[in-house]
T-cell receptor
Framework: NAGVTQTPKFRVLKTGQSMTLLCAQDMNHEYMYWYRQDPGMGLRLIHYSVGEGTTAKGEVPDGYNVSRLKKQNFLLGLESAAPSQTSVYFC??????????FGPGTRLTVT | SQQGEEDPQALSIQEGENATMNCSYKTSINNLQWYRQNSGRGLVHLILIRSNEREKHSGRLRVTLDTSKKSSSLLITASRAADTASYFCATAPPAASKLTFGTGTRLQVTL
């Protein structure tokens, strides 16, 4: 099992550009999450999904959109990147016993 | 806003010593979890304690939960250099559909 994978690992964007981060899990988990982590802070929830075709807002959803067209994939989109979105982004999925499994992260820099 | 607040923010000990980290939270929970993050990596689940449990052990880890004080502690016994990492507590609300992470404790274990 690969667990949770994220693509890409690194990306540099210019202000106003768009991009999509892809998260994939092979554990058949219903719940999936997107977090951002900034220096000195814990993880903050951006959006999450409780199953295929569903999405919900987390703590910091502004400037991001998500889609869960397939159970194994959860996409995070930035339509018009801003320097404030420079961060490390983590995807996670949750098992039936409430444990979350994390991907390796995507380091995004917006200049 | 962060649900969990860890204390201390940073901790430096020598190999073989015990490390204790504390977490306080604000609202009712279904469970509380501890995660470890090595530098530049994704988070790894360590242990989960449910709201009706008071203490739980896993290997060298001991977690306590006091719901009346809304606090938890993580004890790592006989620390090793490999335990050097950041440790985060995370709380799940009664519906348990998502986690809110604290700001973390950076643990440094020196030889």
């Amino acid at each position: 099992n690969a667990g949770v994978t994220q693509t890409p690992k690194f990306r540099v964007l210019k202000t106003g550009q768009s991009m999509t981060l892809l998260c994939a899990q092979d554990m058949n988990h219903e719940y999936m999450y997107w977090y951002r982590q900034d220096p000195g802070m814990g993880l903050r929830l951006i959006h999450y999904s409780v199953g295929e075709g569903t999405t919900a807002k987390g703590e910091v959803p502004d400037g991001y959109n998500v889609s869960r067209l397939k159970k194994q994939n959860f996409l995070l989109g930035l339509e018009s990147a801003a320097p404030s979105q420079t961060s490390v982004y983590f995807c996670a999925s949750m098992s039936g016993n409430y444990e979350q499994y994390f991907g390796p992260g995507t380091r995004l820099t917006v200049t | 806003s962060q649900q969990g607040e860890e204390d201390p923010q940073a901790l430096s000990i020598q190999e073989g010593e015990n490390a204790t980290m504390n977490c306080s939270y604000k609202t009712s929970i279904n469970n509380l979890q501890w995660y470890r993050q090595n530098s530049g990596r994704g988070l790894v689940h360590l242990i989960l304690i449910r709201s009706n449990e008071r203490e739980k052990h896993s290997g060298r880890l001991r977690v306590t939960l006091d719901t009346s004080k809304k606090s938890s502690s993580l004890l790592i016994t006989a620390s090793r250099a490999a335990d050097t990492a950041s440790y985060f507590c995370a709380t799940a609300p009664p519906a348990a559909s998502k986690l809110t992470f604290g700001t973390g404790t950076r643990l440094q274990v020196t030889l």
